[in-house]
């Protein structure tokens, strides 16, 4: 039993790092991950959820993707469902939030598309966001990297100590 447990504490640190890693790797490969502030995509998407936006051809948005981008009014980063292409030049969208009346009061101009949301994690945006911070970083990648050297550590000195056990018995 002790060996199962300490098999599954591992793997969760792994994973708990594999994450964090991707946190902090995917912007270097143009893939975007944003914490989710606000209810204007409620019920789809939700606030404290993560959304990884892949980038992509403007030209392949089509209307109901969901896509993120800098808000052409205040430039904040948003996430909301595109309702009309404007095929002009420059291409344009028109946004809403599905919890929304209104659509936005602005076109995005395609210059402003970060890429379309291919994947939400509920909940995960609080996780990240959380990563972020110093006390984040340190939990996260200090503590559990510690703790798998020490579990390493734990395992040589057995197999030390088992060595030294069969070297007595012959």
Known sequence: MGKLLESIGTFLLVLLLVIALFTFMAPNFGWSLDAVRSGSMEPEISTGDLVVTKPVSTDEIKVGDIITFSSPSNKRITTHRVMAVEKTSPLQFQTKGD????????????????????????????????????????????????????????????????????????
Not at 113 to 137: A, M, N, R
Not at 156 to 163: I, T
């Open 99 to 170: 919890a929304n009346e209104d659509a936005d009061p602005y076109m995005v101009p395609a210059k402003n598309v970060v890429g379309k949301v291919c994947l939400k994690i509920p909940y995960f945006g609080y996780v990240s966001q959380f990563i972020k911070t110093p006390i984040g970083f340190v939990l996260t990648f200090c503590i559990p990297g510690i703790m798998i050297i020490l579990l390493e550590v734990r395992k040589l000195w057995q197999a030390r100590d088992n060595n030294k056990d069969m070297e007595k018995g012959t």
